[in-house]
């Protein structure tokens, strides 16, 4: 069984100073966690701090965003090639990124591919919105999201690449997805990669739930055979919470 993968995603929050004290406190909660995989995802304003820190503590960074080009007069924006070094994981598709900033799938592919040229693993956000739930579109949303995000990704590249499945509308709600909707969304996805890139090839990529999860709801997601871990965001803010998730994964990887 492979190791499962949890990422805390902090969005715009926790300065670098409450960054720093996190690391240490969610350090002396899982002292050890080589079964589970965890990766937080801090301002990119911490990321300098936090790299020198985390590799003492086994944890892993990720970036909440990058631009598509590697230099130049691009006012404001992070390039992948400035993440190397800092960060092993790169967010691409956030829903907040899709729906309040306006990118597209287009910016997503320019996205994926520059993460990918950069060796650092992508982790392609894709998800309904309630409109396009309520109008059965989901499949033909993921359909896109993942044709689209894929569309200049190497056979070879997409092995390391991570999916996450994060519907709209449980994102911030409190609304979770049921277990038995991750699972159509998991059966649409891997159908959709297998078509893309063959069965060998798509059982690698790993499948993450996002979406109001808590240290109550996680099991019920990570239960779930072809489902690799969660995106975590609100319940990633505090240490003492998302120690909980990590645990959960923990037992998860024990029983299974
Ligand atoms: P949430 O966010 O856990 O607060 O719903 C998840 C995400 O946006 O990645």
Not at 30 to 50: G, K
Not at 99 to 128: S, W, Y
Not at 143 to 165: C, F, K, M, P, W
Not at 196 to 220: H, T
Request: overall charge neutral; hydrophobic content about 40%; aromatic content about 6%.
């Amino acid at each position: 069984m492979s190791k499962k993968l949890i990422i805390g995603n902090w969005k715009m929050n926790l300065n670098v100073h409450q960054a720093s004290l996190y690391v240490h406190e969610l350090s002396e909660k899982i002292p050890e966690h080589n079964d589970v995989e965890v990766v937080l995802a801090p301002t990119n304003l911490a990321l300098q701090t936090l790299s020198l820190q985390v590799k003492r503590r086994q944890f892993k960074l990720a970036a909440q965003n990058v631009y598509y080009r590697d230099d130049g007069a691009f006012t404001g924006e992070i390039s992948a090639t400035m993440l190397r070094g800092l960060v092993q994981y790169v967010l691409v598709g956030h829903s907040e990124r899709r729906h309040i900033f306006g990118e597209t799938d287009k910016d997503v592919r320019a996205k994926m591919q520059a993460v990918v040229r950069n060796e650092l693993i992508p982790i392609l956000c894709v998800g309904e919105t309630a409109d396009e739930r309520a109008n059965n579109e989901t499949k033909h949303v993921l359909h896109d999201q993942i044709t689209g995000g894929l569309a200049n990704i190497s056979s070879e590249d997409i092995e390391r690449v991570v999916i996450a499945y994060e519907p709209v509308w449980a994102i911030g709600t409190g609304k979770n997805a049921r277990p038995e909707d991750l699972e159509k969304a998991r059966d649409t996805i891997r159908h959709q990669v297998t078509s893309l890139y063959g069965e060998a090839i798509a059982k690698k990529v790993r499948l993450l739930y996002g979406g109001s999860v808590s240290a109550d709801n996680a099991a019920d997601y990570l239960a779930l055979p072809g489902v690799d871990g969660l995106l975590v965001g609100g319940a990633s803010l505090k240490a003492d919470v998302f120690a909980s998730v990590v645990e959960k994964a923990r037992s998860q990887g024990r029983e299974g």
